[in-house]
């Protein structure tokens, strides 16, 4: 009993430090900026325009038209969504986006409330591009956050070499702790590293968005790089956490949602073989890849055994394991299939879709947070055939369809019921669902026809076609020290 209480009021003292430190408002972790990137300036996103908060034309190439008033009116539950491309309902907008539909189901969910859903999804918008944006709608009385982040981390040219190795720790729920971030403060400052001096030396990005694929050939900017993929996943990691910890400072609640992923029918961006293979070893894999090509209609089960005696020899060639997973499928082989799809979607070289180590991260901070996840990628698998994603829930790469956008917003309708943010009507998904028809034949055509063509874009940006600058005219977006020092964070 002795050594029992010695041991507890040994440990006390860390409880009792982190109270100490909530008291005194030392050691927020949101207090910091952000080491990984700064921006060249930081824009609100919305500007007041009479009795209402606007997303201003000057943001509209990367934003929907978006509004809200100003004074909140009682009875009002305020719910902002983040994100990227599929928040703002892409390749057409938000009058199909999950937002919209989520509002039309609370609407008749409960009646008596007045519900607004504020879509901020803008195009290739990353994480950390979502941090700003949550930290300033904070001053617009939100209800509920909805971020749904993951498939944008890959799109913008930055490194991590200046990151402080104490920063790059493994994120838990320690590394959360006031304790804990003034301790390792403390510690860098001593070492002559501090999150401060990290801040003056990370990539400079400019105010919006600036995707490698926004320039033509863009693909060629893409190779393997591990240290530039761990750096891109801890910093993804990093910007979980810090809008969790935003939101939570402010009492407001935050669910988070996982992306969803064309799976069976989109072949990666771009396959390289490993680097370190032998010349040997390179014809081998090559005479095993053709050979498996030839088979294909011919002999499935033989082309099977090809493919994976290549990928034996190169496990990192995306196209390889895409190609297996067909064959599987034919043969309905679905569960070893769906592991092929996967494995060429993770070893994509140009990954423009939500990958495996960003998942784990995802779940692992709404687990050490207890921050409530809806799996839209499950979601929407459970309702295909073969247990694989694809068309047509999905309208390309990533982008759920109109069905997808619906099936989404009804499972967000349950998750807020379960956590008494909604008191739904037990005929609510009835009338739910004629609202959707309603409102959905209300659109004109004209707005299909620009969702179409917008479709047909994306499909060429993802060639590596876009209509931008030649990729050799893209200027660095890395600054000199000193101008980094200078750049708001």
Same mark, same amino acid.
């Given at each position: ?6 041991v507890?009021?040994?440990?006390s ?23 990984f990137?700064?921006f060249s300036?930081?824009?609100?996103l ?6 209402q ?8 190439k990367f934003?929907?038209?978006e509004?809200?008033p100003?004074?909140?009116?009682p ?7 983040l ?6 309902g892409h390749?057409?907008?938000?009058e199909?986006?999950f937002t919209?539909w989520l ?13 607004e859903? =504020? ?8 994480s950390? !591009?979502?941090?700003p944006i949550? @930290? #300033?709608? /904070? &001053?617009y ?5 909805i ?7 890959f799109?913008e040219d930055?490194?991590y070499g200046?990151?402080?190795r104490? =920063? ?9 702790r !006031?304790?804990?971030?003034?301790l @390792? #403060?403390? /510690? &860098? ?9 990290a801040?003056?030396?990370r ?6 968005a ?15 790089d ?5 750096g891109?996943? #801890?910093h ?5 956490r810090q ?5 939570r400072?402010a ?11 064309n ?14 293979l032998?010349?040997?070893?390179r ?7 053709d050979?498996?090509?030839?088979l294909?209609?011919t002999?499935?089960s ?7 005696q ?13 190609e297996?997973?067909q ?11 769906r592991t092929?799809f996967l494995r060429?979607r993770?070893v994509d070289v ?12 995802l779940?692992?901070v709404?687990r ?7 799996d ?11 247990g694989?994603?694809?068309f047509?829930?999905v309208c390309d ?5 109109f069905e997808?956008?619906?099936l ?28 959707y028809?309603?409102?959905?034949d209300?659109l004109?055509a ?8 917008t479709?047909?874009?994306v ?8 209509g ?10 890395r ?8 750049a708001q964070?």
């Amino acid at each position: 009993m002795f050594r029992a209480i010695a041991v507890a009021l040994g440990l006390s003292v860390f409880p009792f430090a982190e109270l100490l430190c909530i008291a005194f408002g030392w050691g927020r972790p949101t207090e910091f900026d952000d080491p990984f990137v700064g921006f060249s300036t930081v824009q609100p996103l919305f500007v007041r325009d009479g009795n209402q908060y606007v997303i201003p034309p000057s943001r509209r190439k990367f934003f929907a038209p978006e509004a809200f008033p100003v004074q909140k009116s009682p009875g009002t539950f305020r719910i902002f969504c983040l994100g990227g491309s599929t928040v703002q309902g892409h390749p057409y907008s938000k009058e199909t986006s999950f937002t919209t539909w989520l509002r039309l189901a609370l609407q008749k969910a409960q009646p008596d409330t007045n519900w607004e859903v =504020v879509n901020c999804g803008g195009v290739s918008y990353a994480s950390y !591009r979502l941090v700003p944006i949550l @930290r #300033e709608c /904070l &001053q617009y009385e939100p209800d509920l956050f909805i971020v749904c982040t993951g498939h944008n981390e890959f799109l913008e040219d930055r490194t991590y070499g200046h990151i402080p190795r104490g =920063v790059l720790v493994k994120q838990n729920w320690l590394t959360q702790r !006031r304790t804990f971030v003034l301790l @390792r #403060e403390g /510690l &860098q400052r001593l070492t002559g590293r501090s999150s401060q001096k990290a801040a003056g030396e990370r990539p400079v990005l400019p105010a919006d968005a600036d995707a490698l694929l926004d320039y033509y050939d863009g693909l060629r900017a893409y190779h393997h790089d591990p240290a530039w993929h761990a750096g891109v996943i #801890e910093h993804f990691e990093f910007n979980l956490r810090q809008m969790v910890a935003l939101a939570r400072e402010a009492g407001v609640p935050i669910v988070a949602i996982r992306e969803v992923s064309n799976l069976a029918d989109c072949e990666p961006f771009k396959s390289e073989q490993r680097p370190d293979l032998t010349e040997a070893e390179r014809q081998r894999w090559q005479e095993l890849f053709d050979q498996a090509q030839a088979l294909y209609r011919t002999d499935v089960s033989q082309a099977v055994e090809l493919l994976e005696q290549a990928n034996r020899i190169d496990d990192r060639y995306a196209a390889a394991h895409y190609e297996l997973g067909q064959c599987l499928a034919t043969l309905h082989r679905n569960e070893a299939a769906r592991t092929a799809f996967l494995r060429a979607r993770d070893v994509d070289v140009c990954p423009l879709r939500m990958i495996s180590p960003l998942e784990e991260r995802l779940d692992r901070v709404c687990r050490d947070e207890d921050v409530p996840l809806l799996d839209a990628h499950t979601l929407l698998e459970a309702r295909m055939p073969t247990g694989i994603l694809g068309f047509p829930l999905v309208c390309d790469h990533v982008h759920p369809s109109f069905e997808g956008h619906q099936l989404i917003a009804d499972a967000l309708v349950d998750l807020m019921a379960r956590h008494g943010w909604v008191r739904p009507r037990p005929d609510w998904r009835a009338s739910a669902h004629a609202a959707y028809r309603e409102h959905f034949d209300s659109l004109d055509a004209m707005y299909f026809l620009r969702g179409q063509r917008t479709l047909n874009s994306v499909r060429r940006w993802t060639e590596g076609k876009a209509g931008g600058p030649p990729i050799e005219t893209r200027a660095p977006h890395r600054l000199e020290k000193g101008d980094a020092k200078k750049a708001q964070g």
